[in-house]
């Protein structure tokens, strides 16, 4: 009678091991699945900041440029739903102004979004004070 006993132990310690073994397989494509996540949203909005700050610069529309970015909201709102206020969309143009091409990619696999609009706005204060600076 003690043998089914035992083959069922026997089946349940299998599975606990492959279970110890799987999990962190799982938790580490969980992480990078993230990551990768992080950095492709951050490389469209860079991404789209840069064809809105390219778009109003070269048309001369930046004087219409509040209501262009209020307007495209709305409709990108519309279609792809939330994550594109008129606050988010000039957030992205700050940081596309902030940031060169050729630097965004590998900001976007060190850094979050929100750590790059945030150095964004210290990068503009630094730029305002060296301003300062020179004419002083």
Request: charged share 20%; glycine share 2%.
């Amino acid at each position: 009678m003690n043998k089914p006993l035992d083959k069922k132990n026997e089946v349940q310690v299998y599975i606990n091991e492959l279970f110890v073994i799987i999990s962190p397989i799982i938790n580490n494509a969980r992480k990078r699945a993230a990551l990768y996540l992080s950095a492709e949203t951050t490389l469209l909005y860079w991404t789209i900041g840069k064809h809105i700050n390219t778009n109003l610069k070269e048309n001369n529309r930046t004087v219409y440029g509040q209501r262009i970015i209020a307007t495209l909201s709305q409709q990108l709102t519309e279609n792809f739903g939330k994550g594109f206020t008129y606050t988010t969309l000039t957030r992205m143009c700050k940081v596309a102004d902030a940031y060169h091409e050729e630097n965004i990619a590998t900001l976007s696999q060190q850094i979050s979004w929100s750590n790059l609009i945030e150095l964004a706005s210290v990068e503009e204060e630094a730029t305002f004070f060296k301003k300062v600076i020179r004419v002083c």
